[in-house]
């Protein structure tokens, strides 16, 4: 069965710092990640997606992230944050095996932004 | 419709009391997922169907919480003799059963349970 871990529950970042949001994953078989965002009082939306080819995808407001398939990592960059950053982010794996497709989430890392 | 609806979007409920959320999935979507998101604890997975059928019930936290879904659309989450800790919010998703797409999620239902 696969897994997804976010090791840190908070992350406090002055604005206009970078940052960084970790997430591991494991799995026997290929997976498919994304970061989603929760921004407050709002639903989940998709932030990016790795499916294939270039390990380094971007997102339309800063945000990249790396597939690391060595490390099972997927972690998420961003060179400087705004306040508008202010989050809660979600990592998420695909897998599809035995004819069914399942998305797992971590738990989520709640990233605040310090003016 | 054009985006995963969930109603109520919120329910007040006395303990003990049984409660039903509904989650309209996005038409043609194949898989629905059910979380459960509570306050400092995170997205919690409870349910995934794909079509009618759950292969992945091992989220469900007791034998008062069950789901169903009906001709590979509508899904039903019921929680008989509600507690204060089931408050939350429910959080349903859908995706397409191709795999490298995203799951789609509706806004949630907010059970408080008083």
């Known amino acids: 069965a696969q897994s997804v871990t976010q090791l840190d529950s908070q992350v406090p970042v002055f604005e206009e710092a970078p940052v960084e949001l970790r997430c591991n994953y494991s799995s026997s078989v290929s997976v498919y990640l994304f970061w989603y965002v929760q921004y407050p009082n709002q639903g989940l939306q998709l932030l990016l997606k790795?499916?294939?080819?270039?390990?380094l995808v971007e997102s339309i407001n800063g945000f990249e992230a790396e597939f690391n398939k060595s490390q099972t990592s997927f972690h998420l960059r961003k060179p400087s944050v705004h306040i508008s950053d202010t989050a809660e982010y979600f990592c998420a794996v695909t897998v599809v095996s035995g004819g069914y497709q399942k998305v797992t989430f971590g738990t989520g890392t709640k990233l605040q932004v310090i003016p | 419709g054009a985006g995963v609806s969930q109603s109520p979007s919120n329910k007040v409920t006395e303990k003990g009391k049984d409660v039903e959320l509904r989650c309209d999935p996005i038409s043609g979507h194949t898989a629905l997922y059910w979380y459960r998101q509570s306050l400092g604890q995170g997205l919690e997975f409870l349910i995934y169907?794909?079509?009618?059928?759950?292969?992945?019930k091992s989220g469900l936290p007791s034998d008062r919480f069950s789901a169903e879904r009906t001709g590979g659309s509508v899904s039903t989450l019921t929680i008989q003799r509600t507690q204060q800790e089931d408050s939350a919010v429910y959080l349903c998703?859908?995706?397409?059963?191709?795999?490298?797409?995203?799951?789609?999620f509706g806004q949630g239902t907010r059970l408080t349970v008083v």
């Open positions: 790795y499916l294939s080819g270039s390990t």
């Open positions: 998703a859908s995706s397409p059963l191709i795999m490298n797409t995203e799951a789609f």
């Open positions: 169907f794909q079509g009618n059928s759950a292969p992945d």
